[in-house]
């Protein structure tokens, strides 16, 4: 390669970052037009690093393989993967190898973590991405992950990029490149005209590099290519290459390069072109159609005229530019390209190539009406569906133009429901939506059964996009339409219109209700492409017996009034839900019955509707529990809404079981749509039980799959639960940034917002900004609040008081106790009744105070509530302190820090140590002697954590550690994290100067 010339800025800077490298961890943009030298700067970073002895890995996009899945990484998963093969995640291995990653049951967010951890294993890495303006959407989203989550360990990511075709979502990803990054970016400009003088070498001194340089515009490219041409041929200055097209001259002179070529090099050029950059040399004669003799003698044609050359110590090649091989694939005509990308298909398929590999040609090369190509691009689609919708999204939209116009309608219908899934999945629930539209708007009426799936299906992503009227309305037209109301056939009352008033009780299903198992598939429940007939047959008109049939199955409605009934339930119209659940009559089976009560189960508990809930959770719960894993696979939102319930109703251990097993089957069945659902209802109650790490870690997971599917409101929800978590764990000011993300991410007057306003409100509280946490909660209090209302109240009372409004804090005290005794749910009575002491303690009504900090401390150990346990004990100990009781107030005391302690609850420090120091000298001596010993700076540690805070001062890494203590390498980091909290370090050194003579115990 010609020497550098030039860019001694960006060597510099690139020097400094690999200076502070492995220390400090970096993102280098090198941005800059095409041809300016972009890679040639890259290749130089690539050299002065290894030269340094960092390792350097490669990859990058490329203009015509734009739906490859991961296809900027692949190079880079490869040399990984061979570094560490033992460790190799199956998830990651799977992509690389092109297999179907469904089958290994892969959320997007769990391979980008999975990348994440290899890094991290990997040591200090620089990886060099180029081109990411052509990187396909996984690459971008994986790029995204890393960048926002850095690995734990030493990275250094060098990326370039045409910055006027760098995509909304490039830049988005670079963005919000996470501040524990350095962020360098560094500008490629025109070289000077001295730099000209000096790369065109002999020739400087003369006329021709000033001309050269002019007509160059400094562009190294243009450069290279025009050098080659007579004088004549140039024109005086450049025009501007706008996104990849080349000024006139330039054209001109890559295109005689072109012509000069003999036929036979020219199409081995064009071949190559088509097969893919880099490309395997052995693919040209098959695709070039030529003899295998011609084909190597074009080859050496064009490798001799440097329009391709020899990737270093490998078999393949690439074009000399990527300019190079874009002109060439365009300039070939369409009609052999054509012929050329299928010739590409077959000799790949003949070598055994799968669908992942086939399909970029299947796309470029089959004509209508082949259906093999239809099956192709179906079957890859399938294949990453959940890994890389977007490109599942293209394959389909190229399988369904193949498909000749009434060929085929159920296919056809089949494709189309998995592109409105693979739409939603890639975030895009607008473009789902209008695509069932059409969809709905084109379909015929019968079978009766698939149109019911597509408006049930339609209604859905209406109602997922908040869209609750516009989802109800085109439920209860169809359920208007003659051969729908005739299905109610059955019910045993007169019907009524959906939106009948209040049922009676025993309208409400009851045991009797069960109906036999054969009355629907349990698909039908929720609707999924596997509702779609597959069997053509099915799909074209029937006859008149299956017609008359169809109309009278009176279930064939079901699944509309289930989702009107959800629908109803998020709006807050419970008695609606309901009536239109007991219209379901006697004939609906048990899978149908079941997600009912799930549906009531959450709208009972979000509207207050508490016994009924119960009742409902109840028999959702009996029948979750006697489905199989197949039966429920249909249902999966079912069991998100059963858990949902009961987390809400405090059943924290049911509603752990339910979502574990919910969240397994939606991976096992690749449903990954419902996940983020389940994450977020497991993560609430892990916050309730006290597991804080988990509850941390399942937020983050929630958070990043919502935004891969770009749900605000999950967003919010997920960050709500973050601070929640935070305000235990570290207080406050750890809480507020994720509170705060909540508020912004989703919309005032949603139940999404309350939790969100609800967590920012407590915050506000803790932090003493009583004004701001005064406003929230009126906002969220403004509207029903449902069950969640007692811990509201008592939020309310609590806000009140410590501004000084005792009457407000009294009142909102008492109607916190007395809603969370109606609702029967202990642990926000026990909530209500802590506020309440404390208003009695500021009443001075000392007994009134101490019995309401029992009862308080009694309910949150009845449902198993730890934290909330521990602060009923530190306001007992308030109560018994002022009432001079200082033995009760260091027994509470004590078994207040103990929870803290086992829970890593460090946000509860500053009150036990609050309560410590004020009784001072009167504390009698620990009956039991203290595991943390009083030692030192070691004294809010667990035993657990003295240990890795010795081994961390002592050297080791969390590795090492993790061997040393056999305990998951996950869980070391999860203790490091607390121990530098808790010791207020920064680092692994800051422990080591707080603990000087660590020997590894
Ligand atoms: N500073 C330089 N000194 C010497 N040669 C250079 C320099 N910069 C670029 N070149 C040469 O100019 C040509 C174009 O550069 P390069 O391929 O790096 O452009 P690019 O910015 O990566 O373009 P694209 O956006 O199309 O990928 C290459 O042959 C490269 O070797
Ligand atoms: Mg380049």
Not at 316 to 321: A, E, G, I, L
Not at 469 to 494: F, I, K, N, V, W
Not at 619 to 626: E, K, L, S
Not at 745 to 760: E, I, K, M, S, V
Request: one cysteine or more.
């Amino acid at each position: 390669m010609p020497g550098l010339v030039g860019r001694s800025g960006q060597l510099g800077a690139w020097g400094a970052t690999l200076r502070a490298f492995p220390s400090r961890s970096a993102f280098v943009e090198v941005v800059g037009e095409p041809g300016i030298g972009k890679t040639r700067l890259l290749t130089e970073f690539a050299a002065v690093a290894t030269a340094e002895g960092r390792r350097v890995s490669w990859g990058g996009g490329s203009e015509f393989e734009q739906e490859v899945p991961f296809g900027a990484f692949l190079g880079i998963f490869d040399e990984l993967l061979r570094d560490r093969e033992a460790e190799a995640d199956p998830l990651v291995t799977a992509v690389v190898s092109g297999q179907p990653v469904s089958s290994v049951a892969a959320e997007r967010h769990r391979i980008y973590r999975a990348v994440r951890r290899l890094l991290s294993a990997a040591g200090a890495r620089v990886l060099v991405l180029d081109d990411l303006h052509w990187a396909d959407r996984a690459s971008l989203e994986l790029l995204s992950h890393l960048l926002r989550h850095p690995p734990a360990g030493p990275l250094l990511v060098v990326g370039a990029y045409r910055p006027r075709q760098c995509s909304p979502r490039l830049a988005a990803a670079i963005a919000e490149t996470a501040p524990a990054l350095d962020r360098v970016r560094l500008d490629v400009d025109p070289l000077s005209e001295d730099d000209v003088a000096e790369l065109l070498g002999a020739r400087a001194g003369g006329c021709a590099p000033r001309r050269l340089f002019l007509a160059s515009g400094g562009n190294p490219f243009y450069l290279e290519v025009l050098r080659h041409l007579p004088d004549t041929a140039w024109t005086a200055g450049p025009a501007p290459a706008l996104d990849g097209d080349l000024p006139a001259p330039v054209l001109a002179a890559l295109r005689r390069e072109l012509v000069d070529l003999p036929a036979d090099a020219l199409a081995v050029a064009r071949a190559a072109a088509v097969i893919g950059d880099p490309f395997d040399p052995s693919l040209l004669p098959e695709v070039a159609d030529l003899p295998e003799e011609a084909a190597l003698t074009g080859l050496n044609t064009v490798t001799e005229r440097d329009l391709v050359r020899q990737e270093e110590g490998r078999r393949s090649f690439r074009f000399r530019h990527p300019l190079v091989r874009s002109l060439v694939y365009r300039d070939s005509s369409g009609g052999w390209r054509i012929a050329a990308h299928d010739r590409a298909r077959r000799a790949l398929a003949a070598r055994g190539g799968g669908p992942l590999a086939l399909a970029p040609h299947v796309l470029r090369a089959a004509t209508v009406g082949d259906l093999d190509a239809v099956a192709l691009l179906r079957r890859a689609a399938t294949d990453v569906l959940d890994t890389a919708p977007a490109t599942a999204v293209e394959w389909l939209r190229g399988a369904l133009s193949l498909l000749p116009p009434g060929r085929d309608p159920a296919a056809r219908l089949e494709m189309l429901v998995m592109k409105t899934r693979a739409l939603a999945m890639t975030g895009d629930l607008g473009r789902s939506r209008e695509l069932l539209h059409d969809m709905l708007a084109s379909a015929p009426r019968r079978p009766l059964g698939l149109r019911v799936a597509l408006v049930a299906q339609c209604a859905l992503v209406e109602r997922v996009l908040g869209h609750y009227s516009a989802a109800a309305g085109m439920l209860t037209a169809e359920l208007a339409e003659p051969d729908l109301a005739g299905t109610r056939a059955h019910a045993t009352r007169p019907t009524a219109p959906p939106d009948a008033a209040v049922p009676t009780k025993a309208e409400v299903p009851s045991e009797a209700a069960v109906p036999s198992e054969a009355a629907v598939p349990s698909e039908a429940a929720v609707p999924s492409e596997a509702a779609v007939p597959t069997n053509a047959a099915d799909a074209t008109a029937p006859s008149d017996t299956a017609e008359a049939a169809e109309a009278a199955d009176p279930t064939l409605s079901h699944p509309l009034r289930l989702e009107l009934a959800t629908v109803a339930a998020l709006r807050g119209r419970f008695e609606q839900s309901r009536a239109l659940v007991a219209a379901l009559g006697d004939h609906a089976n048990r899978v149908v019955v079941t997600a009912a009560h799930a549906v009531l189960a959450v709208g009972g508990a979000h509207t207050g509707a508490i016994h009924q809930a119960r009742r409902s959770v109840e028999r959702a719960a009996a029948g979750v529990d006697a489905m199989s894993d197949r039966e429920l696979s249909g249902v999966l939102d079912a069991v998100g809404q059963l858990g949902w319930a009961e987390t809400l109703l405090e059943q924290h251990a049911a509603a752990t079981r339910h979502l574990e097993r919910g969240l397994a089957l939606s991976r096992r069945f690749g449903q990954n749509h419902v996940v983020t659902y389940f994450l977020l209802g497991r993560c609430f109650a892990a916050n309730a039980l006290g597991e804080l790490a988990t509850a941390v870690e399942l937020a983050g997971d929630a958070a990043e799959s919502a935004q891969l599917i770009a749900s605000r409101p999950m967003t919010a929800m997920a960050h709500a639960l973050r601070a929640s978590a935070e305000l235990w764990l570290s207080g406050p000011e750890g809480a507020a940034p994720w509170a705060e993300r909540a508020v912004a991410a989703t919309d005032r007057h949603t139940w999404w917002w309350d939790a969100a306003g609800g967590a920012l409100s407590r915050v506000r509280l803790a932090q003493g900004r009583l004004a701001e946490a005064r406003d929230l909660l009126a906002d969220v209090l403004s509207r029903p609040a449902g069950c969640m209302r007692p811990t509201w109240l008592a939020l309310r009372a609590e806000i009140a008081l410590a501004a000084g409004d005792l009457p407000l804090a009294r009142r909102s005290a008492a109607e916190a106790v007395d809603e969370a005794t109606a609702l029967e749910l202990a642990g926000q009575r026990g909530g209500a009744l802590v506020a309440a002491a404390r208003v009695h303690l500021a009443d001075g009504r000392l007994d009134l105070a101490e019995d309401a900090a029992r009862r308080a401390e009694e309910d949150q150990h009845a449902v198993g509530q730890p934290l909330p346990r521990a602060r009923a004990l530190v306001t007992a100990a308030e109560i018994a302190l002022a009432a001079g009781d200082a033995a009760a107030a260091a027994e509470h005391t004590r078994r207040a820090k103990a929870i803290a302690r086992e829970r890593g609850a460090t946000g509860l420090r500053p009150p036990v140590l609050d309560l410590e120091r004020r009784l001072g000298a009167r504390l009698p001596r620990p009956s039991e002697p203290d595991p943390a010993g009083g030692a030192g700076v070691l004294g809010a540690l667990t035993g657990r954590e003295r240990q890795i805070a010795q081994l961390l001062a002592a050297g080791l890494s969390n590795k090492e550690i993790a061997e040393r203590l056999v305990i998951a390498p996950r869980t070391v980091e999860t203790h490091v994290t607390r121990v530098l909290r808790k010791l207020a370090v920064r680092s692994r050194a800051g422990v080591a100067r707080l603990l000087p003579d660590s020997d590894p115990v």
